[in-house]
């Protein structure tokens, strides 16, 4: 037996109408985390490079990594990431993935000698070096038939309470500035896919649902069909200074230059299975919705790295927090068609907002053993605390207030262990391995990500170097998800929205290709 709603004014709370996109913790955090990339030694590694050094990689995780330098060396790293998920939902299978090309790092350092030999200063170095510190690639899929719910009936109880006529698009008002309703509402009702409950003007039924006397059900089958993408990256930009004090310490330092840029598409779409089965004659409607976020941050970072016996080396580096400013873009489009013919499409207004984000401070420290020119081993522990994430509107302070106290509340501190070894076959050849844990900084999340990476290299004595990296996350990632929200009354579900399952991962390929002189 199908589940039933009541439409009695009164019982529903009314809605406070507001764009789909809110700004929220999940932002923050999702522009705090680092998945750094670097050079292809620097991945085949694990990125396990805090007391290593000498690799361009390695230059955003600890700076005194140009310290090691004692040449001139450009290099640059294409690489190509591949992301995939597999969706269960309403009974259905469905594979999605997507493939980006990018460029994971270049940069050039200049090595300067003092004159000195063994103590004191020995030599300095500049350099710049762009560094890809996370990738947002993904795509989502999800499809599946069901005559119980629908993304509409979902929209109509989040619509009640709003004045019908608030919501008209018409030469004397702008809803989507003046009116009360959130502008996914606005679309929906001015493409026909609310309806006003009778003698109501603020109490709605989807055109996906049916009148039964006093009580809404559903109207009947529906396809439905969900498809979720992002593109982008954050990018480290450093100017550094390093240097190398008597061969036993290295220093550098680095002013970053942070890019953020970040593309989120999804598109939702119901079909009624038997258009005949609806009172409203509905037949299908499309929602589109994207929002684009683009913006620089800078920071400080400062690290050592120090041999206190031949072979071992330790190191240690610390990082100011981002000041991240953003600029974000959103938009929705809400298409409907019904079985009399008639059909409209509709978009919302390009809407935009400016804010900040504080990411945390982050340090690190590592220890290595180098077997002469033969193998080396590394191991790095980094650490990250997200409840010290912020949120600022410098145009209104209070703005984020609620969401700050969330971060407080429900964000913790990130555990990442990177480990990594080199053996080298010939002077020429080298064959690499890694390692890298993370642990959430979500209080409520007790999963880990686990990415495991293999890697070759050549060197030739001309100064000529290529190295290449397979990088892969070893376990999958797991989410619960629902599309759209359950019906309720008086905070008692009457019909819950399917849940669906969907395991994701990605895997990378890099090459870097450089010369030394």
Same mark, same amino acid.
């Given at each position: 037996?199908?589940?039933?709603?009541?439409?009695?004014?009164?019982?529903?709370?009314?809605?406070?109408?507001?764009?789909?996109?809110?700004?929220?913790?999940?932002?923050?955090?999702?522009?705090?985390?680092?998945?750094?990339?670097?050079?292809?030694?620097?991945?085949?590694?694990?990125?396990?490079?805090?007391?290593?050094?000498?690799?361009?990689?390695?230059?955003?995780?600890?700076?005194?990594?140009?310290?090691?330098?004692?040449?001139?060396?450009?290099?640059?790293?294409?690489?190509?990431?591949?992301?995939?998920?597999?969706?269960?939902?309403?009974? +259905?299978?469905?594979?999605?993935?997507?493939?980006?090309?990018?460029?994971?790092?270049?940069?050039?350092?200049?090595?300067?000698?003092?004159?000195?030999?063994?103590?004191?200063?020995?030599?300095?170095?500049?350099?710049?070096?762009?560094?890809?510190?996370?990738?947002?690639?993904?795509?989502?899929?999800?499809?599946?038939?069901?005559?119980?719910?629908?993304?509409?009936?979902?929209?109509?109880?989040?619509?009640?309470?709003?004045?019908?006529?608030?919501?008209?698009?018409?030469?004397?008002?702008?809803?989507?500035?003046?009116?009360?309703?959130?502008?996914?509402?606005?679309?929906?009702?001015?493409?026909?896919?609310?309806?006003?409950?009778?003698?109501?003007?603020?109490?709605?039924?989807?055109?996906?649902?049916?009148?039964?006397?006093?009580?809404?059900?559903?109207?009947?089958?529906?396809?439905?069909?969900?498809?979720?993408?992002?593109?982008?990256?954050?990018?480290?930009?450093?100017?550094?200074?390093?240097?190398?004090?008597?061969?036993?310490?290295?220093?550098?330092?680095?002013?970053?230059?942070? +890019?953020?840029?970040?593309?989120?598409?999804?598109?939702?779409?119901?079909?009624?299975?038997?258009?005949?089965?609806?009172?409203?004659?509905?037949?299908?409607?499309?929602?589109?919705?994207?929002?684009?976020?683009?913006?620089?941050?800078?920071?400080?970072?400062?690290?050592?790295?120090?041999?206190?016996?031949?072979?071992?080396?330790?190191?240690?580096?610390?990082?100011?927090?981002?000041?991240?400013?953003?600029?974000?873009?959103?938009?929705?489009?809400?298409?409907?068609?019904?079985?009399?013919?008639?059909?409209?499409?509709?978009?919302?207004?390009?809407?935009?907002?400016?804010?900040?984000?504080?990411?945390?401070?982050?340090?690190?420290?590592?220890?290595?053993?180098?077997?002469?020119?033969?193998?080396?081993?590394?191991?790095?522990?980094?650490?990250?605390?997200?409840?010290?994430?912020?949120?600022?509107?410098?145009?209104?302070?209070?703005?984020?207030?609620?969401?700050?106290?969330?971060?407080?509340?429900?964000?913790?501190?990130?555990?990442?262990?990177?480990?990594?070894?080199?053996?080298?076959?010939?002077?020429?050849?080298?064959?690499?391995?890694?390692?890298?844990?993370?642990?959430?900084?979500?209080?409520?999340?007790?999963?880990?990500?686990?990415?495991?990476?293999?890697?070759?290299?050549?060197?030739?004595?001309?100064?000529?170097?290529?190295?290449?990296?397979?990088?892969?996350?070893?376990?999958?990632?797991?989410?619960?998800?629902?599309?759209?929200?359950?019906?309720?009354?008086?905070?008692?579900?009457?019909?819950?929205?399917?849940?669906?399952?969907?395991?994701?991962?990605?895997?990378?390929?890099?090459?870097?290709?450089?010369?030394?002189?």
């Amino acid at each position: 037996m199908r589940n039933t709603r009541i439409f009695l004014a009164g019982l529903v709370a009314m809605l406070i109408g507001t764009s789909l996109h809110a700004q929220n913790m999940w932002d923050a955090y999702r522009y705090s985390q680092q998945f750094n990339e670097g050079t292809a030694r620097s991945v085949a590694m694990g990125n396990a490079s805090v007391a290593l050094g000498g690799d361009m990689g390695n230059i955003s995780i600890n700076p005194a990594a140009s310290g090691v330098y004692r040449y001139h060396e450009f290099v640059i790293t294409p690489s190509l990431t591949t992301a995939n998920s597999s969706v269960e939902y309403l009974g +259905s299978g469905t594979d999605e993935g997507k493939t980006r090309f990018g460029l994971s790092n270049f940069g050039y350092i200049a090595s300067f000698e003092t004159g000195r030999r063994g103590y004191g200063l020995v030599n300095w170095n500049l350099g710049i070096a762009f560094n890809r510190t996370n990738n947002y690639t993904s795509r989502t899929g999800a499809y599946g038939r069901t005559a119980e719910s629908s993304w509409l009936s979902s929209l109509a109880q989040n619509t009640n309470g709003v004045y019908a006529p608030s919501m008209d698009m018409n030469d004397y008002s702008d809803p989507f500035y003046n009116g009360s309703g959130s502008w996914t509402s606005i679309l929906g009702w001015n493409t026909s896919l609310l309806d006003t409950l009778p003698d109501s003007d603020s109490y709605y039924k989807a055109a996906t649902e049916n009148l039964d006397g006093y009580s809404i059900v559903p109207g009947g089958e529906l396809e439905q069909f969900y498809l979720k993408e992002t593109i982008g990256n954050t990018s480290e930009a450093v100017i550094n200074f390093g240097g190398n004090i008597s061969d036993k310490l290295f220093f550098g330092v680095n002013l970053g230059i942070v +890019s953020i840029w970040y593309k989120h598409s999804e598109i939702y779409s119901e079909r009624a299975v038997n258009p005949g089965e609806f009172q409203s004659g509905f037949s299908s409607f499309r929602h589109n919705y994207n929002y684009t976020t683009s913006g620089t941050g800078f920071n400080l970072k400062a690290g050592i790295i120090y041999l206190p016996v031949a072979g071992l080396r330790l190191g240690a580096s610390i990082s100011t927090p981002t000041w991240m400013y953003l600029h974000e873009e959103y938009e929705e489009i809400m298409e409907s068609e019904f079985t009399d013919g008639y059909s409209q499409w509709i978009a919302s207004p390009l809407g935009t907002y400016d804010y900040r984000i504080n990411t945390p401070f982050r340090w690190n420290v590592g220890a290595a053993y180098t077997f002469g020119s033969v193998a080396a081993i590394s191991i790095d522990y980094e650490s990250a605390n997200y409840s010290r994430m912020k949120m600022i509107d410098d145009n209104y302070t209070m703005a984020f207030h609620e969401e700050n106290q969330a971060i407080k509340r429900e964000f913790k501190s990130s555990d990442i262990i990177r480990a990594g070894a080199e053996v080298r076959i010939n002077p020429a050849f080298a064959v690499r391995a890694g390692y890298q844990y993370y642990t959430s900084g979500y209080k409520y999340d007790k999963s880990n990500v686990q990415i495991g990476s293999l890697g070759i290299g050549y060197a030739s004595e001309g100064g000529f170097f290529a190295d290449l990296a397979y990088q892969q996350q070893i376990k999958k990632s797991e989410e619960s998800f629902q599309l759209y929200d359950d019906i309720t009354d008086n905070g008692t579900i009457i019909t819950a929205a399917p849940v669906g399952q969907n395991r994701f991962g990605n895997w990378k390929l890099l090459l870097s290709i450089g010369i030394r002189f």
